[in-house]
Nanobody, 128 residues
Framework: QVQLVESGGKLVQAGDSLRLSCAAS????????MGWFRQAPGKEREFVAQ????????DYADSVRGRFTISRDNARDTVDLQMNKLKPEDTAVYHC?????????????????????WGQGTQVTVSS
């Protein structure tokens, strides 16, 4: 069974940077595409970023492109989300997710149902 544990969330000010990390365990990490999603209070969960199995391909939501960077370390079974120039609208619970789907090995998967396993999330709060 895949287990994902996020860390790094905290209260920061607008313009600050923050790095989230997701530690995975249970199966072969390098066989999963990984994604980050977020959910703000009263809003639906939304896609943030995804990274392919090898790390060679990434995709981002328009709202974070140019500010956030997703990366992975297949030797350490971790996927990180570097967030720069944070805005109050980035406030949310951030979840990492994994998928073993063959479709997602060849395409950027940006929808929640395409992912198999989810972490509990880490809270990011950006004050203005």
């Amino acid at each position: 069974q895949v287990q994902l544990v996020e860390s790094g969330g905290k209260l920061v000010q607008a313009g600050d940077s923050l790095r989230l990390s997701c530690a995975a365990s249970g199966r072969t990490f390098s066989s999963w595409a990984m994604g980050w999603f977020r959910q703000a209070p009263g809003k639906e969960r939304e896609f943030v970023a995804q990274i392919s199995r090898s790390g060679a391909n990434t995709d981002y939501a328009d709202s974070v492109r140019g500010r956030f960077t997703i990366s992975r370390d297949n030797a350490r079974d971790t996927v990180d989300l570097q967030m720069n120039k944070l805005k109050p609208e980035d406030t949310a619970v951030y979840h990492c997710a994994s998928t073993s789907s063959e479709h997602c090995s060849a395409h950027a998967c940006t929808r929640g149902p395409e992912y198999d396993s989810w972490g509990q999330g880490t809270q990011v709060t950006v004050s203005s």
